[in-house]
């Protein structure tokens, strides 16, 4: 893991994007790191623009908000579209293959715009694990299988701390899931 990991998640409403965030968050503070996470929304409570920051780091951290993220998860293809030249040099973007089409395949069979951008179909992922709502969870899982920034154990207790047991284990589906996708790609850093 690089020594602060800048992480912005994009999306819609409805995604659970927020609680994503929170949750990553949470996992990091419990992994002995440090993590800062903050989340903005618009008017619309379903299907409006949702988007999260998390900053985790082995040092303090001074300013709490992402200026640049070394590492997106767009889930939608506004999302797509507005990130996919953000990550900084060496960074990393995340993006759902189902809303965002790429001409070029790349590792694993999924769509990719270049060695730092991998396309993974995580809206027909989480309707196959039977829980839509749970796509950011399968992002985040894939996320963590790709780059260790913080370890799966840490973020399963901290999504089962936020969920009723039933619920939780919904969403632990689409985490290990995300896992499942990661695991199947190459590394594309640390």
């Given at each position: ?20 965030g ?12 440090n ?14 623009f ?5 900053i ?19 889930l ?8 996919k ?36 179909p ?6 196959n ?8 969870l399968?992002?985040i ?10 370890k ?12 009723s ?5 919904a969403?632990?589906d ?10 199947k ?6």
């Amino acid at each position: 893991m690089p020594e602060t990991c800048k992480i912005m998640l994009e999306g819609s409403g409805g995604q659970g994007i927020g609680l994503g965030g929170k949750i990553l968050a949470e996992a990091a503070v419990a992994n002995g790191l440090n993590a800062a996470q903050s989340q903005s929304y618009g008017a619309q409570a379903r299907g409006g623009f949702s988007s999260a920051e998390v900053i985790i780091s082995t040092q303090e951290i001074v300013f709490p908000l992402v200026d640049q993220p070394n590492t997106v998860i767009a889930l939608t293809s506004q999302s797509y579209e507005r990130n996919k030249g953000l990550p900084e040099k060496g960074g990393l973007l995340l993006y759902n293959t189902v809303n965002c089409r790429s001409s070029q395949t790349g590792i694993a069979g999924c769509s990719t715009i270049s060695t730092r951008a991998l396309g993974f179909p995580f809206s027909l992922e989480a309707q196959n694990a039977g829980n839509p709502k749970g796509i950011t969870l399968l992002a985040i899982g894939t996320l963590l299988a790709l780059t260790d920034i913080v370890k799966a154990g840490y973020f399963e207790e901290a999504l089962r701390d936020n969920f009723s047991p039933s619920i939780a284990e919904a969403n632990l589906d689409c985490f290990w899931q995300g896992l499942t996708l990661g695991r199947k790609a190459q590394k594309p850093c640390c």
